[in-house]
């Protein structure tokens, strides 16, 4: 299995503000995702982060809010950008490994928006 | 579009009893499935999954799951309970994403309490 670490494990911030979780991986993997988990909520897709090309969101989620970068085969950032209340959530990086259709998670981002 | 019902949102067993956690899917082909566990303040950890082969599932932890496709049904089973065991559980199905990628798309979530 991989091991997938992610920082910050919480942060607490300001609306308006912009913040950059970082993922990595102790291996390469081709599919690197990342979900959001809203509080009492289960997982929502917000994109599959691309080595080398642009994200590709799901509905709902556009670049502007969730800028995500990949530039190599064992990292990834998501950045919430101007952040509100409402983007208070536990943000996860998750990674399918050697195309066994599971998915590992980082132990998640949890973030408080004031 | 597929998608996974857990129609439960909490389960409370007692310590040393069976315990059953349901999940109901609907997708388009061969349904991959999987089960996977979160406990307080962690990320999600794998527990099993059923791609082909037997509708019984061994998985981690003592827990196995039931495939049973005339009710489309992957519940989600443990012979006896352990405290330890309380936990929130989510049920996926391994489908097509909106943006056409494959992908997980999970349940809302079950809580198990275990009770001593």
């Known amino acids: 299995s991989a091991v997938i670490s992610q920082k910050p494990s919480r942060d607490i911030c300001q609306r308006g503000t912009s913040l950059t979780i970082q993922c990595q991986v102790d291996?390469?993997?081709?599919?690197m995702f990342w979900y959001r988990q809203q509080p009492g909520q289960s997982l929502t897709l917000i994109a599959t982060?691309?080595?080398?090309?642009?994200?590709?969101?799901e509905s709902g989620f556009v670049i502007d809010k969730f800028p995500i970068s990949r530039p190599n085969l064992t990292f990834s950032t998501l950045t919430v950008s101007n952040m509100s209340p409402e983007d208070s959530s536990i943000y996860l990086c998750?990674?399918?490994?050697?195309?066994?259709?599971?998915?590992?998670f980082g132990e998640g981002s949890r973030l408080t928006v004031l | 579009a597929q998608s996974v019902a857990q129609p439960e949102d909490q389960v409370n067993v007692a310590e040393g009893n069976p315990l059953t956690v349901k999940c109901t899917y609907s997708v388009s082909g061969n349904p991959y499935l999987f089960w996977y566990v979160q406990y307080p303040n962690r990320g999600l950890q794998f527990l099993l999954k059923y791609i082909t082969g037997d509708n019984l599932v061994k998985g981690s932890y003592g827990f196995e799951a039931e495939f049973n496709k005339s009710q489309t049904s992957f519940h989600l089973k443990k012979p006896s309970a352990l405290v330890s065991d309380s936990a929130l559980y989510f049920c996926?199905?391994?489908?097509?994403?909106?943006?056409?990628?494959?992908?997980?798309?999970f349940g809302k979530g079950t809580k198990l309490s275990v009770i001593p």
């Open positions: 982060a691309n080595q080398g090309s642009e994200a590709t969101y």
């Open positions: 998750s990674v399918e490994y050697e195309n066994t259709g599971e998915l590992f």
């Open positions: 291996s390469q993997v081709t599919m």
């Open positions: 996926a199905v391994r489908g097509v994403s909106g943006a056409g990628s494959y992908q997980l798309t």
